[in-house]
């Protein structure tokens, strides 16, 4: 049975957040009511930009889809982080009735699989959707926006005049 109001979950580490990541959240806004982002953050794993810097980019870059008119944040685009428990109790916590991942190519389509049934073993009653992006993200990621703003070189068909800024900002460039 289909809850009344559905909240999807969308994590991820968002380091930074690309236009293939806002791709999956405008398509998941067409079937969830609210969608949540959430920052994931392994200890494990040093990232370029801090959590609140991510949300932060993760709000703005929301922002200038401009879903909600000028300068506001859509009401059905919730932004957090979590850190010390899994994805599936964190999704619990906030109400979630869904995850949602993306897929980009056939190699996320392996990890994606291998990850549905882990959580599928975690918690069976929370159906996992996967939205695959628009054939013009297809290859975009954070790792190569990262690589290609420390080299200097254009990435604002990766990311957000925002993302761009800070990437500019965070390499010792000039925001141009």
Known sequence: MKPARTRA???GSFDPITFGHLDIIQKALLTFDVVHVA???NPLKAGLFDVDERLDLIAQSVIDLGLAGQGTLPPQVEIGAFEGESVIKYAHRIG???IVRGLRQSSDF???FRYHGILGRL???MPMIHIICRETFLH???STARELASLGEDVSWLVTPSVERALRAKFGEPAG
């Open 9 to 11: 979950i969308y994590a």
């Open 39 to 41: 920052v994931g953050i």
């Open 96 to 98: 979630a009735t869904h």
């Open 110 to 112: 392996d990890d994606e």
């Open 123 to 125: 918690e069976p009653n």
């Open 140 to 142: 975009v990621s954070s």
